[in-house]
């Protein structure tokens, strides 16, 4: 069983629409929860952590359910600028922030 | 440029053959990462430096991998014997050595390895 499972998409939607990605991960003991974002041939760059609590940066809305074991990001208002492929990534528990576990990513299309 | 750097950007070579790879970290940054991607996919842990000392490895590296860090600032992967399916994406990241919370990973640009 992989470590983070996420839907790969694509999910294609028109500019301004809300979208939301989820993932789940397999380890109850991970502690440390993020979202990367891909652009197409680029590297992979941190676009928010997850707290618990949630936590939200402009237009992203990032939760975490840890009874669930369950990630998502909502995205508001998207822009074309947000097409990209959106990594779910958790710590390893056992080695903590030294080895994340990728998910496959979902890809976004913002359509004009 | 105070990122992170990979050279080369792009590898093609025979099966077989031997390759290495070069990355340099953001200069006072302790850690240091390898990651493999293959399409579709995210990217995946092979191994991380803490300064010279190499403290973690994937069962995904086989004895054909191997990596160095010698001085505790740029990095070497190199691959042995090549084989089609170490066809990928190879990617560095490095993060500072901070107590406490997670210290974020700065990934470089990557090297694409292409095995015929």
């Known amino acids: 069983r992989k470590e983070v499972e996420q839907d790969p998409g694509p999910f294609n939607v028109p500019e301004g629409a809300t979208v939301a990605f989820n993932c789940t991960y397999s380890?109850?003991?991970?502690?440390?929860f993020f979202w990367y974002r891909q652009d197409c041939r680029k590297e992979p760059k941190l676009l928010m952590s997850?707290?618990?609590s949630g936590n939200e940066d402009g237009r992203f809305t990032a939760q975490l359910n840890r009874a669930s074991q369950y990630i998502s990001l909502l995205i508001r208002d998207s822009k074309l600028s947000d097409s990209a492929t959106y990594l779910c990534v958790v710590t390893d528990p056992q080695t903590g922030a030294n080895n994340l576990f990728f998910g496959t990513g979902t890809r976004l299309t913002v359509i004009p | 440029d105070t990122g992170v750097s990979q050279d080369p950007r792009h590898k093609i070579t025979k099966r077989g053959q031997n390759v290495t790879f070069r990355c340099d970290p953001i200069?006072?940054?302790?850690?240091l990462y390898w990651y493999r991607q293959t399409l579709g996919q995210g990217p995946e842990f092979l191994t991380y430096f803490q300064n010279e000392a190499q403290l973690e490895k994937s069962r995904l590296l086989s004895d054909r991998f191997s990596a160095e860090r010698p001085k505790g600032s740029f990095s070497t992967l190199e691959i042995q014997r090549t084989e089609q399916g170490d066809s990928a994406m190879y990617l560095c990241?490095?993060?500072?050595?901070?107590?406490?919370?997670?210290?974020?990973?700065?990934f470089g640009p990557g090297t694409r390895l292409t095995v015929l």
């Open positions: 990241a490095s993060s500072p050595l901070i107590s406490g919370g997670y210290n974020e990973q700065f």
């Open positions: 380890n109850s003991a991970s502690q440390s």
């Open positions: 200069s006072e940054h302790n850690r």
């Open positions: 997850v707290y618990s």
